[in-house]
T-cell receptor
Framework: QKEVEQNSGPLSVPEGAIASLNCTYS??????FFWYRQYSGKSPELIMFIYSNGDKEDGRFTAQLNKASQYVSLLIRDSQPSDSATYLCASRWGYKLSFGAGTTVTVRA | ETGVTQSPTHLIKTRGQQVTLRCSSQ?????VSWYQQALGQGPQFIFQ???????GRGNFPPRFSGLQFPNYSSELNVNALELDDSALYLCASSFGGSAQETQYFGPGTRLLVL
């Protein structure tokens, strides 16, 4: 079983819509969770992190964490063509970040 | 821009050779982690250095080794290169020891092994 699993893509959404990305993790000891955005040929860029149950909002992005269900999600509101990228979910236990394989999002103009 | 730099940006080696990749951490950070990202996959944790000591290691063989220097910059060394070592190598810097430790990635080094 992979430590972090993400819903398989690609995900195509029209401009202005909400993109919803999901992630599950296997290690109940995971302490914090991260969403990174990676454009093609570039390195991952941190969007936001969350470590408490509930929602965390930052601009057009909302992360949700449910530790009982071992589930993390990311909502992108008012999606823009510049949001087209691969989104990586990661969990941290101690020193180690474990990443999912990523979900590729395409925003159609 | 994260302030994390890596060199070189691209590298081509042949099987059996050795390679050294370099990383300078963001100002104020004392921890460097290295990852390997194969095409279409998420980054895989290689190891982490905290205050010049290896702090943890992923499932990589001993031919992957590293160093961290007093200025917190770091090197990743790979011996006896194999074709499967072809990947994007990422370093990430952070301020270790905090519960909300957040890692910021450099631009990566793309390694091709022929």
């Amino acid at each position: 079983q992979k430590e972090v699993e993400q819903n398989s893509g690609p995900l195509s959404v029209p401009e202005g819509a909400i993109a919803s990305l999901n992630c599950t993790y296997s290690d109940r000891g995971s302490q914090s969770f991260f969403w990174y955005r990676q454009y093609s040929g570039k390195s991952p860029e941190l969007i936001m992190f969350i470590y408490s149950n509930g929602d965390k909002e930052d601009g057009r992005f909302t992360a949700q964490l449910n530790k009982a269900s071992q589930y993390v999600s990311l909502l992108i509101r008012d999606s823009q063509p510049s949001d087209s990228a691969t989104y990586l979910c990661a969990s941290r236990w101690g020193y180690k970040l474990s990443f999912g394989a990523g979900t590729t999002v395409t925003v159609r103009a | 821009e994260t302030g994390v730099t890596q060199s070189p940006t691209h590298l081509i080696k042949t099987r059996g050779q050795q390679v050294t990749l370099r990383c300078s951490s963001q100002s104020g950070h004392n921890t460097v982690s290295w990852y390997q990202q194969a095409l279409g996959q998420g980054p895989q944790f290689i190891f982490q250095y905290y205050r010049e000591e290896e702090n943890g290691r992923g499932n990589f063989p001993p031919r992957f080794s590293g160093l961290q220097f007093p200025n917190y910059s770091s090197e990743l060394n790979v011996n006896a290169l194999e074709l499967d070592d072809s990947a994007l190598y990422l370093c990430a810097s952070s301020f270790g020891g905090s519960a909300q430790e957040t890692q910021y990635f450099g631009p990566g080094t793309r390694l091709l092994v022929l």
